[in-house]
């Protein structure tokens, strides 16, 4: 099992990013897709999350309008277009794929998303 993100850098206060998560020896489409974040000395957060079944949404209060998560199962991979991006969005973000039955929950190894003039 392996997710494998992408897309992480440094951009400027206001700029875009688009993160992607690449799932491989699973049946992506049978999980639900999450998205975490995680700034240095903080927990762990959940951003935003995507269900396998009709594709309904959640997101983290603070990126509510400015964040949208999506899904290609045809590609086994996620998306998170992060607009508007403020300082405190700073932090290594991490794509997690679970499933409550027949458990699973798998994790990649991040990419770092930095938010500086």
């Known amino acids: 099992v392996k997710l494998v993100e992408s897309g992480g850098g440094l951009v400027q206060p206001g700029g875009s990013l688009r993160l992607s998560c690449v799932g491989s020896?699973?049946?992506?489409?049978?999980?639900?897709m999450r998205w975490y974040r995680q700034a240095p000395g903080k927990e762990r957060d959940m951003v935003a999350h995507?269900?396998?079944?009709?594709?309904?949404?959640r997101y983290l209060d603070s990126v509510k309008g400015r964040f949208t998560i999506s899904r290609d199962n045809a590609k086994n991979t996620v998306y998170l277009q992060m607009n508007s991006l403020i300082p405190d969005d700073t932090a290594e973000y991490y794509c997690?794929?679970?499933?409550?039955?027949?458990?699973?929950?798998?994790w990649g190894q991040g990419t770092q998303v930095a938010v500086s003039s």
């Open positions: 995507i269900s396998s079944a009709d594709y309904p949404t």
């Open positions: 997690n794929a679970w499933r409550a039955w027949p458990n699973g929950d798998y």
């Open positions: 020896g699973f049946t992506f489409s049978d999980f639900n």
